[in-house]
């Protein structure tokens, strides 16, 4: 359902118990067709931009609230590289083309649960609501995340030669003599997540929710070659008979 709220609008959807809700079943095809608009997304160790690039803030923040509420994770994946606006290890991607790495989740409750969603300004917010937690050993719980390992990239970046012409991730035409850095190198890391579950206030037992990789690029490097200067040629001056 929708509902409007000033000049915002309040997006809802209702859960039965053991029903599964898929991010991308309810987003649909991201297309400029279906109104999305053009944004950054993670492409092989580069951003470039796509129709509903950026999507993956609302799959992350979703992910969050739902752990938060105590539901059942069915499918997550983080990202191949760290975002900037959530810590490690606490993101959910969905990309946008393809629709091929979806966010899952199931209401493993007994009871209806009712998830909404609504935008503020720049800020996203979800909230679920249902039956109370089935125990009294909590009553909220909270995510961490710590850094596990760090992997460094696997030599020097590839030097590629392309003609001139060759597109980049941007858009833009590389032109002779240009040389341009097109996936820079980053370190890979590792992390975990926890669920923490409090007591009124008080931190009464810790779980391990999910291993989040995140890859090591070696980077690559594409070079267009300089044109070639043509040597004039010199025309014999006649000699005499």
């Not at 606490?90 to 007994?110: E, H, M, P, W, Y």
Request: one cysteine or more; a negative charge.
């Amino acid at each position: 359902y929708n509902v409007k709220k000033g000049a915002g609008l309040i997006n809802g959807t209702v859960l039965a118990p053991g029903e599964v809700f898929s991010a991308n079943d309810t987003l649909g095809t991201r297309t400029t067709g279906n109104g999305w608009k053009i944004a950054h997304a993670y492409v092989g160790g580069t951003v470039e931009d796509q129709a509903g690039g950026g999507v993956c803030q609302l799959s992350t923040t979703l992910y969050n609230a739902i752990v938060k509420a105590d539901l059942e994770v069915v499918f997550r994946r983080n990202h191949s590289m760290p975002v900037n606006y959530i810590k490690e290890g606490l993101d959910a991607t969905i990309n946008s083309v393809g629709n091929i790495i979806d966010f899952q989740f199931k209401n493993n409750t007994t009871s209806d649960i009712i998830v909404i969603g609504y935008t503020e300004g720049n800020k996203l917010t979800f909230e679920i609501w249902g039956v109370p937690f089935a125990t009294t050993e909590y009553d909220e719980i909270k995510l961490t995340s710590s850094r596990v390992s760090i992997t460094e990239p696997e030599g020097e970046p590839v030097e590629i030669e392309v003609p001139v012409g060759t597109e980049k991730p941007d858009g833009s035409l590389m032109v002779a003599g240009e040389t341009a850095v097109i996936v820079a190198p980053r370190k890979g890391y590792v992390y975990q997540s926890y669920k923490n579950y409090y007591l009124a206030g008080t931190l009464v037992k810790k779980e391990k929710l999910a291993v989040s990789t995140y890859k090591a690029f070696q980077g690559e490097i594409w070079i267009c070659p300089a044109e070639e200067t043509p040597i004039p040629e010199i025309t014999p001056e006649p000699v005499p008979t």
